[in-house]
Structure formats: structure tokens, C-alpha cells
């Protein structure tokens, strides 16, 4: 029990009280955040890794948290504090990178550029290809995974296809971001590829705004 005529003693009552409520509202904060996290995923902007290794890590957090309370406010506090900003390296070090890509021409199959370390097996391609030319696929866009945890994504348009390799899985909103980048590389280009023209020269790539990769 604590000593009324000891100021000291309702100091250390009410600094006890504080960091308990802070970290009961950081817990808090957690909980949001893994709701928040289901919602990412559920809308497309977080792959699988991302989502699997961010919940293993808020739900730590909370079991850290929850752990440290039954000890003593003051090191549940200090866990709190210490946890901040790992969740947003893990987002990052979990995001699918840009390895390389090509842009196809429907017509001949040939690539019309390629840029960075694009190493994708032919005979994926070329059935979507060959659907981009029948006109059977234009729009759409698919992602299939490949060896090393890497993936393909492949975004036909009338013209031309888009064909992306990525470091891991994207997420669905990367992928929509390339569909949309196709669409307005053959806006941009109509004119050239309507007459057949493939030529790289006289094309624009809005693609180098967005990859930071080497052509080759």
C-alpha cells in the first residue's frame, strides 16, 4: 500500500497508471493495424508474404506487450517504444521487385525491348502471344508463379504485350499499376504500332519512369 505522506509514492502510483494506459493504447494500435492489414489484403495492396510475415509480426508485438504488462508498466512501455518501425521494413523488405521486363509485339512474337535481367522460359510466353494475336486476351492480366519464389506477370494489350518478372509476388494493385502502364505505352504509341511499327527509336516507354532497371 502506498504511503499517503510520501509524495513520492503517488508520483510512482501515477507514473505507473500512464504507462500502463500507453501501452494499453499501443495495443490498441496493433489490433487496428491488423485489421487494417486483412483490409490491404483483401483490396489487392499487399502480397501474401507481406501479409503473412506482417500479421506473425504485430501478433508478436501484442504478445510481447501483453507479456511484459504482467511484469511491470514501465517494461511494457519500453516494449512498446522498441517495436516501432519494424513493421515497415518488413512491408519492405517483403515488396515484389521489378527484375526486368519486355514489351512484345503481337504480331511477330519478337520482343521490341528488353530491359534488365529478364530471364523468363519462351514457352511461357508464347501461348499468350499467340492469344494476344487472335485478340482473345487484350485487357487482361495474370501473374503465375516460376522458379526461386520469382513470378511473371503478363499484361496484353492490342499491339503490344507487357511481360514483367518479379522478385516475389506482387501484389493485385502492382499488378493493375502495369495493366494501366501497357495501356498507356500503345495509347502514346498508336499511331507507330497501328502501322505495324515496332521500331524502339521512335516509340516513347513510359516504363522508364517507373522501372529502375537497365535496357538492354
Known sequence: ????????????????EAAIAQARAYLDQVRKKMERLAE??????????QFQELYAHYQG????IEKALEESPQAALLRAQGTKGKSLAIRLQHAAR????AIY???TGQPIRTV???EVDPQLIEPVLESARNGEAEGQMRSVEVEDEQWVGIFPRRYTTLVTLFSLEPARTQLEMMRDLQSHFELANREWLSKGVADSDRLVFPHTVVFSVRSK
Open 1 to 16: 500500500m502506498s504511503n499517503p505522506t510520501n509524495p513520492s509514492a503517488y508520483s510512482d502510483t501515477s507514473a505507473d
Open 40 to 49: 490491404d489484403f483483401a483490396a489487392g495492396r499487399v502480397n501474401s508474404r
Open 61 to 64: 508485438e501484442r504478445r510481447m
Open 98 to 101: 521489378i527484375l526486368g521486363y
Open 105 to 107: 509485339s503481337n504480331e
Open 116 to 118: 534488365g535481367n529478364f
